[in-house]
Each structure stands twice: as C-alpha cells, then as structure tokens.
C-alpha cells in the first residue's frame, strides 16, 4: 500500500490544522492505521492509531483531548484533526498502516507502510 499525507503547514500557537492520508489498495477497510512524527533533533514519537473498522483509538498523552483520529474507509482516507496546536506540536508527521486485525498498535516496528510525511510549523 502507498501512503500520501497532506494538509501541514505553518499555524499559529492555538490554531488547528487537519492532516488527511489516502492509502492505495483494496484492503484499506482491513488496516490499522496511525500517525508518527518527528521533531529536529528528536525521535521518532508516535502520536495516535485507530483500529480498521474506526472504533478504537489511542492517543500519545501529550496530544490526548487536542487531537481526533478518524478514518473514512469508502474514501480509503484518514485524517488527524489537531486543535490548540502548541509549538512543541511542530514536526514531521507520519502517516502509517498495517495490515492486521488487531485493535491499534504504538509502536513504530508495528507497522509495514510509512508515508512520505507532511511538516507541521506551529509558532509562538
């Protein structure tokens, strides 16, 4: 499956910003799917996953209650929504899936396919 993320950009502390990721393939319905991302000088971290049928979800603490994860899978899309966006938020964000029944996974070695990433600049 390819992975191409959009819809980063530069954004004012306390703004949003929604990221969309269309996968290719048939199989979309039956990937879970998450997003990472990557700061200057920082690991990787991950940042949120949802299950392939759209019902569970987990989130990384420091984004908890700011950002949504959703998925629509006749569109084979999935979207982060992030509001009150902090400049710590700023990164390189990651969109990823792997083909498996499984609720969600946080780990980075979970999952098969990366995206190319799309930059997130939020300023102070």
């Known amino acids: 499956v390819q992975l191409q993320a959009y819809g980063g950009g530069l954004v004012q502390a306390g703004g949003f910003l929604r990221l969309s990721c269309a996968a290719s393939g048939r199989r979309f319905s039956s990937y879970v799917m998450g997003w990472f991302r990557q700061a200057p000088g920082k690991e990787r971290e991950f940042v949120a996953t949802?299950?392939?049928?759209?019902?569970?979800?987990y989130y990384a603490d420091s984004v908890k209650g700011r950002f949504t994860i959703s998925r629509d899978n006749a569109k084979n899309t999935v979207y982060l929504q992030m509001n009150s966006l902090k400049p710590e938020d700023t990164a390189v964000y990651y969109c990823v899936a792997v083909d498996s029944a499984g609720r969600w996974f946080v780990r980075a070695y979970e999952y098969d396919y990366w995206g190319q990433g799309t930059q997130v600049t939020v300023s102070s």
């Open positions: 949802i299950s392939w049928s759209g019902g569970s979800t």
